[in-house]
Nanobody
Framework: QVQLVESGGGLVQAGGSLRLSCAAS????????MAWYRQAPGKQRELVAF???????NYADSVKGRFTISRDNAKNTAYLQMNSLKPEDTDVYYC??????????????WGQGTQVTVSS
């Protein structure tokens, strides 16, 4: 089994910054793409950013130029640096990882979520 543990959420004023971390552990042969999603109550979970195993990154239009996703493959950890935060960035942020658990099998795993609240 694989566990993803997020950290780094909290309360920040508009214009401020936060850095989220997502550490993967367990039966990991390798990790393919890693991603960050966010979800507000009553809304669909939306993709914020993802990064491939080759460090190619993509972002939602709403966060381009403000958020940066990165990963440390040696630590099986992904990061989301969030700058110039806006009140509309307030959500629960979830980490997702596509993990190769054997040479033939890969699965998607989710973290438990971390709350980010941006005050105006």
């Amino acid at each position: 089994q694989v566990q993803l543990v997020e950290s780094g959420g909290g309360l920040v004023q508009a214009g401020g910054s936060l850095r989220l971390s997502c550490a993967a552990s367990g039966s990991i042969l390798s990790i393919n793409a890693m991603a960050w999603y966010r979800q507000a109550p009553g809304k669909q979970r939306e993709l914020v950013a993802f990064i491939t195993s080759g460090n190619s990154a993509n972002y939602a239009d709403s966060v381009k130029g403000r958020f940066t996703i990165s990963r440390d493959n040696a630590k099986n950890t992904a990061y989301l640096q969030m700058n110039s935060l806006k009140p509309e960035d307030t959500d629960v942020y979830y980490c997702n990882a596509n993990v190769r658990t054997s040479y033939a099998l890969s699965y998607n795993f989710w973290g438990q979520g971390t709350q980010v609240t941006v005050s105006s």
